[in-house]
């Protein structure tokens, strides 16, 4: 199985400031809390895409941190933000964010997942990118896997963040194998920054799967 290390401890991109200043974990450089070194890979591959008019979708959006720097961030995307916790998708809904769609899903359970993908697929238009930053739970991962690739455009992106360096990568392979005629490449990237804290998790490291 491919592993990249990126170390991005000398790369500062405008979306490693976007979600810093949105308060996201998804940034090294965001004050407070859990902070993960993912703006810098995903610079490398939506950066293309940034002022494209895209339909992306992020599972497990808290309380709409990442969607205000997505939103902020790709220009001309539709935007589409699940979570399971209806209190939270109340208070983004507050936020009145543009070109932002909301919807209840619980990413744990296969009818469910299956369920909201085929509706936000009515129009026709599958997503370009769909990220999971949900449970963290292997199992659930892999059912995104297995549930999600399906519902991309062909060379559309599938990433996985927050998955755990020191477990078994086997479940992984496993739905990997199983979904291969639709996969043309995929790397687990493992994220390094001087600036990296996520301590009792030591889960800074996302996978990536483009569609074929």
Known sequence: MNTIVIDSTNCRSDLCDLCA???????PYC????????????????????????????????????LIAWRFFFTRARLFGFDWDQ????????????GVFLDYCDASKPDTL????????????????IVDDASHNSADQCLMIRTALSK???GGLL??????????EQPFLD?????????????FIICEHADRFSPGWNNDKMLVIVRA
């Open 114 to 129: 299956e369920a909201c993908l085929q509706k936000h697929i009515q129009d026709g238009e599958l997503f370009d990118v």
């Open 31 to 66: 004050i407070g809390g859990h902070r993960h070194p993912y703006t810098a890979p995903y610079s490398l591959f939506l950066e293309p895409l940034r002022n494209k008019p895209i339909k992306f979708a992020e599972f497990g959006v808290f309380r709409g941190a990442s």
């Open 87 to 98: 209190p939270n998708l109340e208070h983004i809904k507050t936020l009145n964010l543009p």
């Open 159 to 168: 990433i996985i963040e927050d998955i755990f360096r020191d477990r078994s």
């Open 175 to 187: 739905a990997l194998e199983e979904m291969k005629s639709l996969i043309s490449f995929r790397t």
């Open 21 to 27: 200043k949105w308060g996201t974990d998804k940034s």
């Open 152 to 154: 991309l455009k062909q």
